[in-house]
């Protein structure tokens, strides 16, 4: 039986926030694995990280799922394919971008400190 819709875009908003729990949480874990001296982990997740910022590169900056997401609207609003206030969809690169870059360069001088 198809999904109405209605419900295969609940599912995708449900699936892409996941995915981006998933990513938020790697984001995070970069500078506390490098702070508790756990440069593996750091690398670790430093390259799941990186991965997923390829295949946005791959996908001109978006999320695959967002083009699975348009089949099933016509609303284009920033948050129409995710469950997030529209403000952190709006500013989700910006945001976790920064975090990211940040959290590398601190990880980064830790190795080097270490």
Request: with cysteine.
């Amino acid at each position: 039986m198809a999904l109405s819709p209605a419900a295969a875009l609940r599912a995708i908003r449900v699936l892409h926030t996941v995915v981006w729990a998933f990513f938020v949480a790697a984001i995070v874990a970069v500078p506390i694995s490098a702070g508790h001296g756990r440069f593996d982990l750091f690398a670790l997740f430093t390259v799941i990280v990186l991965v997923e910022v390829a295949v946005l590169v791959v996908n001109r900056l978006r999320c695959p799922l967002t083009g699975v997401a348009a089949r099933y609207t016509d609303d284009r609003q920033d948050n129409f394919d995710i469950y997030l206030p529209l403000w952190v969809a709006r500013y989700n690169k910006q945001i976790f971008g920064t975090l990211y870059v940040v959290g590398v360069t601190y990880g980064l001088w830790r190795v080097v400190a270490s």
